[in-house]
């Protein structure tokens, strides 16, 4: 076994395979080491991408096994799942190993579990991902620009083939484990059952109608204190589909973690896969802040529609990754929103075929949306 740059443990996968693609075109001469249950998918993508490195069998659940594929790189790109189930099992792998830690998902759980007082002490970047991730960034940019932001509305969804470690996690989000439902921020405070889901709504550049579902993450609610904003909606939006909302219709044990997981993200990832069934995957990210700057009143809004949900997720954790490896960020356990440069990141998916549309506007885009809500 050599020593490499960037060991990614899931990186023949959907997010560890647009991961590496990422990481090669930025830098040609990496070294990198790909990790999963078979080692034949590995190789064969190293050959694909034409560069140095190794290809690695590796258990994710065998301490020994997980050491051995830590050892030597300077960086562990986790990009397995689901993320309820790694946990900070690989960052602590990582940290024994001596090598900095990306794991695109590693939410509110992982940043508890890793901040136990004085024993993590390596270099640590979570949520480098689509959601969560640049639905952190995205708006804090927005945020940025203004003197006093004042208030965030937010609809962001995204219909796109499910593989069952994102169906699990997507499971666990639902029923709470993520965030809270129905929520809103009123008077800089978490307001329970403040929103009511939507129906049939037309966001702008969405180009069809959609429904829309509140819901409050930590992500959003991390944002909302960051900024001192005093208002937030967020919706989370999708296409109505039969099959898939009849499965989350009984899966509620399993949103719940009170039922069998992988048995729901087997049915879930199914029903999904029937929904998209002759319909193009979309992701779309609609943000709008208002406030003022110096005393005149501002808003500023973000567009972003894409199609691939794995080439997003992962470009911010090739992103992250690369920020690490050339020093620009830190020991420490960082969340990817607050390390990467936005500058950046807006131009890395400016020159991504799989995003379709990118505009920061100077005026509101979802002023129809609440005018709509309010004749209802």
Not at 46 to 70: I, T
Request: glycine letters at 12%.
């Amino acid at each position: 076994m050599t020593d490499v740059e960037i060991a990614v443990l899931g990186g023949y996968g959907a997010v560890g395979a647009a991961a590496l693609k990422a990481l090669t075109d930025r830098r040609p001469g990496v070294t990198v080491r790909i990790g999963g249950r078979n080692e034949a998918p590995a190789a064969a993508l190293l050959d694909k991408l034409g560069v140095e490195g190794e290809a690695l069998e590796v258990d994710l659940n065998d301490g020994r096994s997980l050491a051995g594929f830590c050892r030597g790189a300077r960086l562990v790109l986790n990009c397995a799942g689901p993320s309820y189930r790694v946990l900070d099992r690989v960052a602590w792998a990582a940290l024994a190993a001596g090598a900095a830690y990306v794991d695109p998902g590693g939410d509110k759980p992982v940043f508890d579990a890793l901040h136990r007082p004085g024993t993590f002490t390596g270099t640590a970047v979570l949520t480098a991902g689509m959601q969560p991730g640049l639905t952190g960034l995205l708006p804090r940019h927005l945020a940025r620009s203004m003197s006093e932001p004042r208030a965030l509305t937010a609809y962001v969804g995204t219909m796109d083939r499910l593989t069952p470690a994102g169906a699990a996690d997507y499971l666990l989000s639902l029923g709470g484990s993520y965030g809270e439902a129905q929520a809103a921020i009123r008077g800089g405070i978490r307001v329970e059952r403040e929103l009511e889901p939507r129906t049939g709504v037309e966001p702008p550049y969405a180009g069809r109608r959609l429904d829309a579902y509140p819901y409050l993450s930590f992500e959003a609610e991390e944002v909302a204190r960051e900024f001192g904003l005093a208002e937030v909606d967020w919706f989370t939006v999708y296409e109505g589909g039969a099959h898939m909302m009849t499965c989350l219709s009984r899966l509620q044990g399993a949103m719940r973690g009170e039922s069998d997981l992988t048995e729901a993200a087997d049915e879930l990832t199914r029903a999904a896969a029937l929904d998209l069934f002759g319909k193009e995957p979309f992701q779309l990210m609609l943000f709008e802040v208002t406030g003022s700057h110096h005393g005149t009143p501002a808003t500023r809004s973000l567009a972003l529609r894409g199609h691939d949900t794995y080439v997003l997720t992962g470009l911010a954790g090739a992103l992250a990754a690369i920020d690490v490896l050339d020093g620009r960020t830190g020991p420490g356990i960082h969340h990817a929103a607050h390390t990467l440069d936005p500058d950046v990141v807006l131009e890395a998916l400016r020159n991504t075929p799989e995003v379709t549309t990118l505009e920061i506007l100077e005026h509101p885009i979802l002023g129809a949306l609440r005018v709509e809500e309010g004749e209802l």
